[in-house]
Every structure is written in C-alpha cells, then in structure tokens.
C-alpha cells in the first residue's frame, strides 16, 4: 500500500473514489473463467508430475504416461504424490526469513514506482503507510482470488510482498536452486559436468543482472499492473564438449547482456526525462498525453530509438533466447527441459499483447503514432 504523492505530483486519494477492478479481458467470459479455473486446479498435479518425470523417471514424459496409464490416473497421482518432511520446512521457512530479514533491515536507496491508475506512487525503501487506493474486489470470488485484490500489497509499513515473493525469495531462490544442484551432482558424481556449469554460470549471470537492474523492475508489467499469480526445472547434464559448452555461455552472456541494455536504455530514458544519449545521439520519442481514473491530465514519453526502435517489446527476444541458452547443455534427447523455454516464449508473447492493448486504451491516437514509427510488436521484420 503505497503513499500517494501531493496532488500536483500523482493526485491525492480520494476516499469516495470507486476501488479499481481488474481490467476487462480480450476473450469471452466463458474462456476467461474456464482459464482461471483450469490453471488454479491443474498447476499443483502439474508441478508434481514435472518433478515425478524429472527426478524418477529420467526426463521422459513416456515413462511418465506408461506409469499412470498402468496404475490410473488417480491413483497414480496419489502413489507419486510427495509428503513434505519437517526439514524441508525448515529449510524454505528459515531461507525465507533470512530473505524477509534482509529485505527489512539491509540498507538501500529509495526508488518510486510508476504512477498507478488512481494516481499513487509506491515508494519502495521508504517509511510509508499503508494507504494506496489501488485495491478493491471485482465482485467475483474466482477473478479476486485468480488476479489478486491488491496492486501493491504490503505487510505493515515497509513489508512489500511482491517484492519478498518476485525478487528477494523468488530470485535468490532460482540461484540458490542452481548451485544446489552443483552440489548434489559433485556428491553424486565426484565432478560438475560442463552443461551443469554452463547452466549454473548463465542463471547466476541472469540473476545478478536481475538485481543490479531491480529498481527497473519497479516499472514493468509483473509489479506495475499485474496482481498476482513462473516455473523451473532441472534436467541431468549431457553436453560434454568444451568448445561447445563455451560457445553456449557466451552466447548465452550476450543474451543477458542485450537483455540488460534494453532495460538500462529504458530506464536512463525515463530517469532523465528523455535528455540523454541513445547509441551516441539524442533518443526519438513521442510525447503521449493520458488521464487517470481521477480525471487528471499526464503525460509520458514514448521511446522509439535504440533497442526500442527494432520493436515494442523487444526485450522479451533476448529474454527468451537466455532461456534457450541455459537449457540447450542439455541437448535434445528430451523435450521437457525445453518447458521453461516453450512457457517463457508464450507468456512473454502474451503479455505483449496485453502491454499493447492497455497502451493502445490508456495513449489513443499516440499509441497509434507510435506503432506506425516501430511497426513490429516483439520481433524486429516479423511480428
């Protein structure tokens, strides 16, 4: 819950301003329910057959199916299904009280988030109150506990619990996972394969890169718009050639890298209000005027140079191509380390579009002048 600036600055709240739903979605109400529905039931089975296929029946969906179509589907689930133990409790909680610790107590400069649809600004690091207007029910149980009530959730004054989920445990955890299973395959094993390496090296890369640049994070889709409600997985090592496992991690470090100065180009654009140097001149911009839910006349600056003259969204193809990177050491003789890849690719893709319809609702006819002057949504000449 997010202190709203003065009202010259974000709008003050307004204690008889209606609490925000969820934005209307593209697709019919039967496709949206029956979608909700679908990934709120299926994803624990899912995860658990992820973990089944990964870890007992060596990465092969068709061991996998064989084992429920012998036992049924049922019973083969429950015969699968994992007992959580205490020490695995106490590893997640105690990891996640060490994360929600240094979240609160370690030091750090104070960023704001972008402005919200009804005019507040979160301030993330700061002492602030509980009081962003950016809540509120739908009026449906299924669409409120799917999408969330809140924009900005918050334990007390300074807990912000996107943050401890997305970044601080979320994050930390994909790193801490990745040199995990360094260990356990050197206990196994008595060495760390090269693909092992490769992939462990790509996702510490990523991640460090995550939080160099996690003031940024502040201003993208997942934090800004989104509510609530990402996978992972591991798969043996495979790919044995030096050469090979070289040319993947600096492929792969390009990737991360472009990713990275997407962003940064982005977010130095915004920080400096468009008077900066985007590959050695001035950016090209549009100046797009919008108007909250208050009724309040902004305007924001729309940057159509550098990586962000290729496409709209240009980011996401790098994004996508990391991913690739540090999943093809385990080479093809299976598809399932490929999930993530497939998973990633469909989400980002989707969220373009999302992005673009809210634009195109929020900017009008500037949204229209910017697609005209970067045509491609996600990949430079094709889409």
Same mark, same amino acid.
């Given at each position: ?79 699968? *299904? ?6 695995? *409790? ?9 994360? $929600? ?7 750090? &400069? ?31 149980? =299924?669409? @409120? ?5 809140? !924009? ?22 994909? $790193?801490?996972? $990745? ?6 395959? +050197? ?6 394969? @090269? ?8 996702? /510490? ?27 992972? #997985? ?8 030096? !050469?090979? $496992? /070289? ?13 990275? @100065?997407?962003? #940064?180009?982005?977010?130095?654009? #915004?920080?400096?209000?468009? &008077?900066?140097?985007?590959?050695? &001149? ?7 005027? +919008? ?10 600056? /729309? ?22 990177? *540090? ?20 989400? !980002?893709? @989707? ?15 500037? *949204?229209?002048?910017?697609?005209? &002057?970067?045509?491609? #949504?996600? =990949?430079?000449?094709?889409?």
């Amino acid at each position: 819950m997010a202190k709203p600036k003065a009202p010259s600055a974000a709008g003050a709240k307004s204690a008889a301003a209606p609490a925000p739903a969820p934005p209307a979605t593209v697709h019919s109400a039967l496709v949206t329910y029956s979608s909700m529905l679908a990934l709120l039931s299926l994803c624990p089975p899912f995860v658990i057959l992820l973990w089944y296929t990964m870890v007992h029946a060596d990465g092969s969906v068709v061991k996998t199916y064989e084992y429920l179509r012998s036992h049924g589907v049922m019973e083969g689930l429950k015969s699968i *299904w994992p007992m959580p133990t205490l020490v695995a *409790w106490k590893i997640i909680f105690g990891f996640g009280l060490f994360e $929600a610790a240094l979240q609160l107590l370690l030091p750090g &400069k104070r960023f704001e988030g972008p402005v919200s649809p009804s005019g507040n600004v979160p301030v993330y690091k700061g002492h602030i109150a509980p009081s962003s207007s950016d809540s509120g029910s739908s009026g449906n149980v =299924i669409i @409120d506990f799917y999408w969330g009530m809140e !924009l900005y959730p918050r334990i007390g004054k300074h807990f912000d619990i996107k943050v401890f989920t997305n970044c601080r445990f979320g994050m930390m955890s994909w $790193a801490v996972l $990745a040199v995990t299973y360094c260990i356990k395959q +050197y206990e196994i094993n008595g060495s760390v394969s @090269d693909s092992m390496l490769v992939n462990t090296a790509l996702m /510490l890369i990523y991640v460090t890169k995550f939080f160099w640049w996690e003031s940024g994070y502040w201003c993208t889709m997942d934090i800004a718009h989104d509510r609530v409600m990402m996978p992972g #997985r591991y798969r043996g090592s495979v790919c044995r050639e030096v !050469l090979l $496992a /070289l040319s993947i991690l600096l492929a792969g470090m390009l990737c991360i890298y472009i990713n990275y @100065d997407c962003d #940064r180009q982005r977010q130095e654009f #915004r920080r400096t209000n468009g &008077k900066c140097s985007i590959w050695g &001149k001035a950016p090209s911009k549009i100046v797009a005027s +919008y108007t909250t839910t208050k009724g309040e006349t902004k305007s924001s600056l /729309l940057l159509t140079s550098g990586w962000w003259g290729l496409s709209r969204h240009f980011h996401y193809v790098p994004e996508i191509l990391s991913a690739f990177f *540090w999943t093809v050491p385990a080479l093809f003789s299976h598809f399932l380390p490929y999930f993530y890849v497939i998973f990633l690719t469909i989400l !980002l893709f @989707d969220r373009a579009k999302r992005d673009d319809d809210r634009c195109s609702s929020k900017y009008g006819k500037f *949204w229209k002048m910017y697609c005209n &002057k970067v045509p491609y #949504r996600v =990949i430079p000449g094709i889409y």
